[in-house]
């Protein structure tokens, strides 16, 4: 069956996936967040000591979680796109639905270890490595909340028809990229706030 | 509905998914993810030397599995050439600017 849309576009042609615009906001932004990384590296290096120290206040296995949680959401990504190039509706909006229900339990993970956090031995006093944990996370933690919206336009314009191309299909690959985007994100900023700061 | 006929055939679509090499780069994500910090607690445990080592191969991990997330979950290896290689431009000075930020700031 996957046979006949096969024939129409040959596995060898290359092809950008989604919006080459969307792209150039996918570049800017992977390039702002090693803007970060760097300023952050700078901060670790004035304090190394306390940065090492704080990292290991944060619980390891939230963090690991996490990033199963992303990583699985992004595969479930995966079959929803390819499920929509066949046209099978009903797995291409249940794999995207199972994505937000990895997004969101993401959220509900972060959220638990920003009360822990806030209500830890750390209190309110605030050093500069959890300022930088707070900035990272929150700013990722916005792409989540988007990357979340941008899920529920992709299962409303998978359900519209089984026959998706043209610019249906571009804007579900290109937030198909998106949801990908936080997850490569996700990929820089658990190493450096939990392992090697 | 077209959805129900797409829907007949769940088995061998299973198969395909299983075997697809998306998946393998998935079950290899998950496993670099648990590995990472294990090693994360080893440099804990180490010597001053070792724990700047343990640093760079953690560094050297995340950038392995963002340029398997860009690759293979977000296309780029079926993408026209050029922005294949931004994307491996980027993975590599990103490598370099993070390993060398940390070793040397």
Same mark, same amino acid.
């Given at each position: 069956?996957?046979?006949?849309?096969?024939?129409?576009?040959?596995?060898?042609?290359?092809?950008?996936?989604?919006?080459?615009?969307?792209?150039?906001? &996918? =570049? #800017?932004?992977?390039?702002? =967040?090693?803007?970060?990384?760097?300023?952050?590296?700078?901060?670790?290096?004035?304090?190394?000591?306390?940065?090492?120290?704080?990292?290991?206040?944060?619980?390891?296995?939230?963090?690991?979680?996490?990033?199963?949680?992303?990583?699985?959401?992004?595969?479930?990504?995966?079959?929803?796109?390819?499920?929509?190039?066949?046209?099978?509706?009903?797995?291409?909006?249940?794999? !995207?639905?199972?994505?937000?229900?990895?997004?969101?339990?993401?959220?509900?993970?972060?959220?638990?270890?920003?009360?822990?956090?806030?209500? #830890?031995?750390?209190?309110?006093? &605030?050093?500069? =490595? !959890?300022?930088?944990? =707070?900035?990272?996370?929150?700013?990722? &933690?916005?792409?989540?909340?988007?990357?979340?919206?941008?899920?529920?336009?992709?299962?409303?314009?998978?359900?519209?028809?089984?026959?998706?191309?043209?610019?249906?299909?571009?804007?579900?690959?290109?937030?198909?990229? !998106?949801?990908?985007?936080?997850?490569?994100?996700?990929?820089?900023? !658990?190493?450096?706030?939990?392992?090697?700061? | 509905?077209?959805?129900?006929?797409?829907?007949?055939?769940?088995?061998?679509?299973?198969? +395909?998914?299983?075997?697809?090499? /998306?998946?393998?780069?998935?079950? /290899?994500?998950?496993? $670099?993810?648990?590995?990472?910090?294990?090693?994360?607690?080893?440099?804990? $445990? +180490?010597?001053?030397?070792? /724990?700047? *080592?343990?640093?760079?191969?953690? *560094?050297?991990?995340?950038?392995?599995?963002?340029?398997?997330?860009? *690759?293979?979950?977000?296309?780029?290896?079926?993408?026209?050439?050029?922005?294949?290689?931004?994307?491996?431009?980027?993975?590599?000075?990103?490598?370099?600017? $993070?390993? +060398?930020?940390? $070793?040397? *700031?």
């Amino acid at each position: 069956m996957g046979m006949m849309t096969e024939s129409r576009t040959p596995a060898q042609a290359l092809k950008i996936p989604g919006e080459a615009g969307v792209w150039v906001f &996918l =570049f #800017g932004d992977m390039v702002i =967040f090693v803007v970060f990384f760097v300023a952050y590296l700078v901060d670790r290096a004035a304090a190394p000591g306390l940065f090492a120290q704080s990292s290991h206040e944060l619980g390891l296995a939230v963090g690991v979680a996490n990033t199963l949680i992303l990583l699985s959401s992004s595969l479930l990504v995966v079959v929803g796109l390819g499920a929509v190039r066949r046209g099978a509706v009903p797995v291409a909006t249940g794999a !995207f639905r199972g994505a937000m229900a990895c997004g969101v339990l993401f959220v509900v993970l972060k959220a638990f270890e920003y009360t822990q956090i806030a209500s #830890g031995a750390t209190g309110t006093d &605030l050093n500069p =490595f !959890f300022s930088w944990y =707070f900035i990272l996370t929150g700013v990722h &933690l916005m792409h989540v909340l988007i990357g979340l919206g941008v899920l529920g336009l992709m299962v409303s314009r998978a359900q519209q028809s089984s026959d998706v191309t043209g610019k249906r299909l571009m804007v579900i690959e290109s937030g198909a990229c !998106f949801w990908h985007l936080v997850d490569l994100l996700w990929m820089l900023i !658990f190493p450096l706030l939990y392992l090697v700061a | 509905m077209k959805g129900q006929q797409a829907k007949a055939k769940p088995k061998t679509r299973l198969f +395909a998914l299983i075997e697809s090499r /998306v998946t393998i780069v998935w079950i /290899v994500l998950m496993v $670099l993810t648990i590995a990472n910090p294990v090693l994360g607690i080893e440099a804990q $445990l +180490a010597g001053s030397t070792s /724990v700047q *080592l343990l640093g760079v191969a953690i *560094l050297t991990l995340a950038i392995v599995k963002v340029r398997l997330v860009g *690759l293979d979950f977000m296309e780029l290896r079926k993408a026209p050439v050029p922005m294949r290689l931004m994307f491996e431009a980027y993975c590599l000075i990103l490598w370099v600017v $993070l390993t +060398a930020c940390f $070793l040397w *700031l």
